[in-house]
């Protein structure tokens, strides 16, 4: 045949498929090659390595497409994956070489494109407004070392929220960051409720199953705490993501994801029950119900969710009843003692936080100083016996005391603000034709408003969560925003609401 005389370097069939061939062997000596190291680095740093290696490609590939660095900082800030690794492995922060990564991202994107995402018109007076009202509590505060602490920690967790902001400007990455908070909620949720299920509170399974043995009257419980450090911070956190699950339970289109959303939910929620925490419970059926009330969901959409509410009927702990009724015992005194030592101390934290903002009621004691003065409150109180440095019980009276009138009136105003952005959001959705982001930002009201409950018997620490999650609800107005705008010039029709 002539073609089988031709030379190959003419050859149109066999040319191609001899690269393909090379190209085979290529990837497998890479192939081999990964997997010598892996294997090396497994045999010399352990296992742990398999989670680290991940986090190196996620460096690399932020690179190029810094919305997978975006995603990696989400589920890096609500799995506390930077704690672990720092706590229970001796690794460095995880978080930090990122977020510096990402933060040179915007200082390039902004140097050599000018883009300047119009979020910043927005977020950028009140972020700057707060942050003086800190810089004010830091300068005030007796105790300036804490106080200094204190404001180093709210200028690190607050550029998550400076970058979150810059890098959702679009829909996808929206949904992206918003799918990124159910990861880690189905991430954290698995482990804990497989821990609970099997019992093996001896594994802490590399860091994500930590625990508290509490007694509650005559109540012993293993209270979860995640990679937290306290149950009823885990519990606050995952009040914010089951809204969101539950949203994609009811609207994702695609099956897969549905099934995903359902998964997180359910677990999300029994992790929430295995916690114990009285307050996150009674947070959690506020962020359900407010979610049905703004959604008014169709008779299929609740009918899946009583579906999942059964499915965490079966697995309540039989202890869990008994539990909750110890919410009864704040009222029961006993000698002029209140009779639950957990309500005892709460009530010191707060009645001492009260007397201190009584004491300085413009600008509080300043950033970090409520534990320094405690104790010197607490023994007037006479309700708490531990002699240690505490914290308030309750995020709203810690802002009284730390930070006074003017810091607290700045914070619910800020709060009011994002609030604002998110009905607007909503509403640019809608008109844009979004009704998916719509839904979701639903979601996030509802669990930001869980949160914020939470925050009555919750004090702010793990602040980075915070900050990330108003990041996204302010981030959202932008997308929003220019969603609609986009929509009315393909329309044609002139601009409609405007926020």
Same mark, same amino acid.
């Given at each position: 045949? %002539?073609? #089988?005389? &031709?030379?190959?370097?003419?050859?149109?069939?066999?040319?191609?498929?001899?690269?393909?061939?090379?190209?085979?062997?290529?990837?497998?000596?890479?192939?081999?090659?990964?997997?010598?190291?892996?294997? &090396?680095?497994?045999?010399?740093?352990?296992?742990?390595?398999?989670?680290? %290696?991940? &986090?190196?490609?996620?460096?690399?590939?932020?690179?190029? =497409?810094?919305?997978?660095?975006?995603?990696?900082?989400?589920?890096?800030?609500?799995?506390?994956?930077?704690?672990?690794?720092?706590?229970? +492995?001796?690794?460095?922060?995880?978080?930090?070489?990122?977020?510096?990564?990402?933060?040179?991202?915007?200082?390039?994107?902004?140097?050599?494109?000018?883009?300047?995402?119009?979020?910043?018109?927005?977020?950028?007076?009140?972020?700057?407004?707060?942050?003086?009202?800190?810089?004010?509590?830091?300068? +005030?505060?007796?105790?300036? =070392?804490?106080?200094?602490?204190?404001?180093?920690?709210?200028?690190?967790?607050?550029?998550?929220?400076? @970058?979150?902001?810059?890098?959702?400007?679009?829909?996808?990455?929206?949904? *992206?960051?918003?799918?990124?908070?159910?990861?880690?909620?189905?991430?954290?949720?698995?482990?804990?409720?497989?821990?609970?299920?099997?019992?093996?509170?001896? !594994?802490?399974?590399?860091?994500?199953?930590?625990? =508290?043995?509490? !007694?509650?009257?005559?109540?012993?419980? +293993?209270?979860?705490?995640?990679?937290?450090?306290?149950?009823?911070?885990?519990?606050?956190?995952?009040?914010?993501?089951?809204?969101?699950?539950? #949203?994609?339970?009811?609207?994702?289109?695609?099956?897969?994801?549905?099934?995903?959303?359902?998964?997180?939910?359910?677990?999300? @929620?029994?992790?929430? @029950?295995?916690?114990?925490?009285?307050?996150?419970?009674?947070?959690?059926?506020?962020?359900?119900? $407010?979610?049905?009330?703004?959604?008014?969901?169709?008779?299929?959409? $609740?009918?899946?969710?009583?579906?999942?509410?059964?499915?965490?009927?079966?697995?309540?702990?039989?202890?869990?009843?008994?539990?909750?009724?110890?919410? /009864?015992?704040?009222?029961?005194?006993?000698?002029?003692?209140?009779?639950?030592?957990?309500?005892?101390?709460?009530?010191?934290?707060?009645?001492?936080?009260?007397?201190?903002?009584?004491?300085?009621?413009?600008?509080?004691?300043?950033?970090?100083?409520?534990?320094? !003065?405690?104790?010197?409150?607490?023994?007037?109180?006479?309700?708490?016996?531990?002699?240690?440095?505490?914290?308030?019980?309750?995020?709203?009276?810690?802002?009284?005391?730390?930070?006074?009138?003017?810091?607290?009136?700045?914070?619910?105003?800020?709060?009011?603000?994002?609030?604002?952005?998110?009905?607007?959001?909503?509403?640019?959705?809608? =008109?844009?034709?979004?009704? #998916?982001?719509?839904?979701?930002?639903?979601?996030?009201?509802?669990?930001?408003?869980?949160? /914020?409950?939470?925050?009555?018997?919750?004090?702010?620490?793990?602040?980075?969560?915070?900050?990330?999650?108003?990041?996204?609800?302010?981030?959202?107005?932008?997308?929003? +925003?220019?969603?609609?705008?986009?929509?009315?010039?393909?329309?044609? !029709?002139?601009? *409609?609401?405007?926020?």
């Amino acid at each position: 045949m %002539i073609v #089988d005389k &031709l030379p190959s370097s003419v050859n149109p069939v066999r040319s191609p498929a001899r690269w393909i061939e090379w190209l085979r062997v290529l990837f497998a000596l890479l192939a081999i090659g990964t997997g010598l190291v892996i294997a &090396l680095s497994v045999g010399e740093f352990g296992p742990l390595i398999l989670l680290v %290696i991940p &986090l190196l490609f996620m460096l690399l590939l932020a690179l190029g =497409q810094p919305q997978l660095g975006l995603v990696g900082l989400i589920i890096i800030t609500f799995t506390q994956l930077s704690n672990v690794g720092i706590i229970y +492995h001796g690794l460095p922060s995880m978080a930090q070489p990122l977020a510096a990564l990402l933060i040179l991202l915007i200082i390039v994107r902004f140097a050599l494109f000018g883009e300047r995402p119009e979020g910043w018109l927005r977020a950028g007076p009140l972020l700057l407004i707060y942050a003086l009202v800190w810089f004010a509590a830091l300068l +005030h505060a007796g105790n300036f =070392q804490a106080a200094s602490a204190a404001f180093i920690g709210f200028v690190k967790d607050a550029l998550g929220a400076v @970058i979150v902001i810059f890098f959702i400007q679009k829909p996808a990455s929206f949904k *992206g960051a918003v799918w990124a908070v159910i990861f880690a909620g189905l991430l954290m949720g698995a482990v804990c409720v497989f821990q609970t299920l099997t019992g093996t509170f001896a !594994n802490n399974y590399f860091g994500f199953g930590g625990w =508290q043995l509490q !007694n509650s009257g005559a109540v012993t419980n +293993h209270r979860l705490t995640g990679p937290y450090t306290n149950p009823n911070a885990f519990a606050q956190v995952l009040v914010f993501i089951v809204p969101l699950t539950i #949203d994609r339970l009811w609207h994702e289109r695609n099956l897969t994801l549905r099934v995903f959303a359902g998964a997180a939910a359910l677990v999300s @929620i029994l992790t929430v @029950i295995f916690t114990y925490s009285r307050g996150g419970l009674l947070a959690l059926v506020f962020t359900i119900g $407010l979610l049905v009330a703004l959604r008014r969901p169709n008779f299929l959409f $609740l009918l899946l969710t009583v579906f999942l509410a059964i499915g965490v009927i079966q697995f309540l702990p039989t202890t869990y009843n008994s539990r909750i009724l110890t919410l /009864l015992q704040f009222t029961d005194v006993q000698g002029g003692q209140l009779s639950d030592k957990s309500f005892r101390g709460r009530t010191s934290e707060n009645t001492a936080a009260w007397r201190m903002f009584l004491d300085n009621p413009l600008l509080g004691v300043g950033l970090g100083n409520f534990s320094v !003065n405690y104790q010197d409150y607490s023994r007037t109180i006479g309700l708490d016996t531990r002699r240690d440095q505490r914290s308030p019980a309750s995020l709203y009276m810690e802002l009284l005391s730390e930070q006074g009138f003017v810091g607290t009136v700045i914070f619910f105003w800020l709060m009011a603000m994002i609030f604002r952005e998110l009905n607007f959001s909503w509403k640019n959705f809608i =008109q844009s034709g979004l009704t #998916d982001e719509g839904y979701m930002i639903l979601a996030i009201t509802a669990g930001f408003a869980g949160y /914020l409950f939470a925050g009555i018997t919750k004090n702010s620490a793990y602040s980075n969560v915070f900050w990330v999650i108003v990041g996204i609800a302010m981030a959202s107005g932008q997308v929003a +925003h220019s969603s609609r705008l986009k929509a009315e010039e393909l329309s044609g !029709n002139q601009p *409609g609401y405007d926020v």
